[in-house]
């Protein structure tokens, strides 16, 4: 099974702030949406609250939290205990794509353990000095790379950005 991994990132990685996002990023929220639909995506439950409740669960997915709480539930989602659970639970499903999509101890994790197969970062330009969740750092040098899209800022996305799509060489 392919595990991959979809973020925006600041320009020092940072990914939040208050568990809220730093941006408002039209064009990258329709290319997450197209990017992820169809699959499983696993997110840690912070991530998953801090996802407005008129889109939970994710529509057109199938929804994974990990919580250390076992008593955690909600409506047609799966709760898992760990990633390797979450990832497990997609393959015995017959998936051989999943999409972990944060947040930062989940990345952290993912990096960390070497499951990533490939990466979908939406680079921000622009840095936000009171984030406080970041997206840990990587060996640029063990991925190869692809440019998928380019946006200068308008009046639907607050900042210019650049989709990668990153390999694991």
């Known amino acids: 099974?392919?595990?991959k991994l979809i973020a925006a990132i600041g320009e020092n990685r940072e990914l939040g702030r208050n568990n809220e996002l730093l941006w408002h990023l039209t064009e990258d929220m329709q290319f997450f949406k197209?990017?992820?639909s169809g699959y499983y995506v696993i997110m840690g439950r912070k991530s998953f609250e801090s996802i407005p409740p008129k889109y939970r669960p994710l529509p057109n997915r199938i929804n994974v939290i990990i919580?250390?709480?076992p008593d955690y539930m909600y409506e047609e989602c799966y709760t898992c205990?760990?990633?390797q659970e979450?990832?497990?639970l997609a393959e015995s499903h017959g998936e051989t794509e999943v999409f972990i999509i944060g947040g930062g101890e989940i990345y952290r994790q993912a990096l960390t353990d070497g499951i990533v197969d490939?990466?979908?970062l939406t680079h921000v330009k622009a840095s936000f000095p009171d984030a406080d969740v970041f997206f840990p750092e990587w060996r640029d040098e063990e991925w190869s790379k692809e440019e998928l899209l380019k946006i200068d800022a308008d009046s639907l996305n607050e900042?210019?950005?650049s989709v990668v799509h990153y390999k694991k060489k």
Request: charged fraction near 20%.
């Open 81 to 83: 205990g760990s990633l």
């Open 1 to 3: 099974m392919r595990i």
């Open 67 to 69: 919580s250390r709480n």
């Open 118 to 120: 490939e990466m979908y």
């Open 86 to 88: 979450a990832t497990e």
């Open 34 to 36: 197209n990017t992820t």
């Open 159 to 161: 900042f210019p950005f």
